[in-house]
């Protein structure tokens, strides 16, 4: 006779037990939350700890930093100068006539909102950390819900935790507007799922407002409008359409009315280069640069045709269709306008498709445990070799 039959029966440890269900109990957003929550805290000791050993200051000396002026470099001093002063009247320039670098290449959203916390009695750098930690939060919670739809709750918690331990995951910590975008980006594409577009409208031209990623989720909205359309035609779409081309153009608009040129928006963004953009070229030549002439240049062809390939498979169909027009849209997107340098790996946590596609490789807990594991290993890396030298900012 066994214990059960005779009435008795072997309690799991009680904590355990509790936590598993308290855990099951749990709303799915408040899984997410949690689940990036621990995420985040992981990146932030990371940070931290590098801030505290020798680091290159702005100042160009060496010695520790505290967390808050870890995270508030770089670009960050764009932000915190269009909170504070707006954009300028005049655009720069350098002696030899070429437009320096300016405000203008930044988007208006992220510093505006760090202004109104700001007018409210936040200090910098808080106020856009505060933006950028809700944010990252809102995206936990969005990603869980479009993935869940498409894959199912557990790979779409595995995802938030992907996510969260993604290589450059710390500039969701940043005085950056990544977080936001991101938030957005996750917005439309659950909007579209759900068919809410009247939601998608404001989110796409706010995304407009955020960073230059308007023309490839143009191309996601345009699709899925057109494919809508077919099953019969709605004004909301219409709408939709129209509000993704504008979000396209609208921040170079802006730029070309305050400053009287049609020019100053791709004139700034060409600042920040050696010389003026060009299309495709900068992949061509960084690659051989780099790693070499013949492997550069066959890895440069290489990956884009190999995520495609990966795109048309069987397990990709998983992700829906908005998810792998955004994801080859993008990937688009970067080699044609793209100079690959050290914010390259910042660009990629985008590509969160890709990450959805890897868990769902395999079923297995330990494979997925091996995939965040790895992923937070490559983020300690990433930290220690962009961030506590004088390589490049993120």
Not at 114 to 125: D, E, Q, T
Not at 223 to 241: E, F, N, S, Y
Request: net charge positive; aromatic share 12%; with cysteine.
């Amino acid at each position: 006779m066994t214990a059960v039959e005779v009435g008795q029966y072997v309690e799991a440890p009680p904590e355990t037990g509790r936590f598993a269900r308290r855990w099951r109990a749990l709303p799915p957003w408040a899984k997410a939350l949690l689940v990036m929550l621990a995420c985040e805290l992981v990146t932030a000791l990371v940070l931290d700890r590098a801030a505290h050993f020798t680091v290159l200051t702005s100042a160009g000396d060496t010695g520790p930093v505290s967390y808050p002026g870890f995270v508030a470099r770089w670009d960050s001093a764009w932000y915190r100068r269009i909170a504070q002063l707006g954009y300028p009247a005049v655009v720069p320039h350098l002696p030899d006539g070429r437009v320096a670098q300016n405000p203008w290449a930044f988007y208006p959203l992220y510093p505006a909102a760090a202004a109104v916390l700001m007018r409210l009695g936040i200090a910098w750098p808080y106020a856009p950390l505060l933006i950028s930690f809700g944010s990252s939060m809102a995206s936990a919670v969005l990603l869980r819900s479009v993935v869940a739809r498409l894959a199912g709750p557990a790979v779409a918690l595995w995802s938030v935790a992907l996510l969260g331990s993604f290589p450059a995951a710390p500039v969701l910590q940043l005085a950056y507007s990544e977080a936001l975008a991101l938030a957005l980006l996750l917005a439309v594409l659950r909007c579209l799922q759900r068919g809410q577009y009247w939601w998608a409208v404001a989110a796409t031209l706010a995304l407009g407002l955020t960073r230059p990623i308007a023309v490839p989720l143009g191309v996601v909205v345009l699709v899925h409008v057109v494919r809508r359309w077919r099953r019969g035609p709605r004004p909301a779409l219409a709408v939709l359409a129209v509000a993704a081309v504008a979000a396209a153009v609208l921040w170079p608009a802006v730029v070309a009315v305050r400053t009287g040129d049609l020019h100053t928006y791709t004139d700034t963004m060409a600042a920040w280069r050696p010389g003026a953009v060009h299309l495709l070229q900068p992949w061509w030549s960084r690659s051989g640069q780099y790693l070499g002439p013949v492997f550069g240049r066959v890895l440069v062809l290489a990956l884009p045709v190999t995520v495609l390939w990966w795109l048309t498979r069987p397990l990709a169909r998983r992700l829906g269709a908005d998810l792998r027009v955004w994801t080859t849209a993008y990937l688009g997107y970067l080699y044609l306008v793209l100079d690959p340098t050290t914010s390259l790996f910042r660009y990629l946590l985008l590509f969160f498709p890709i990450g959805v596609l890897l868990l769902l490789a395999s079923p297995s807990v330990a494979y997925r445990r091996t995939l965040v594991a790895a992923s937070f290993g490559l983020q300690l890396v990433w930290v220690v070799v962009i961030w506590r030298t004088a390589f490049g900012p993120p």
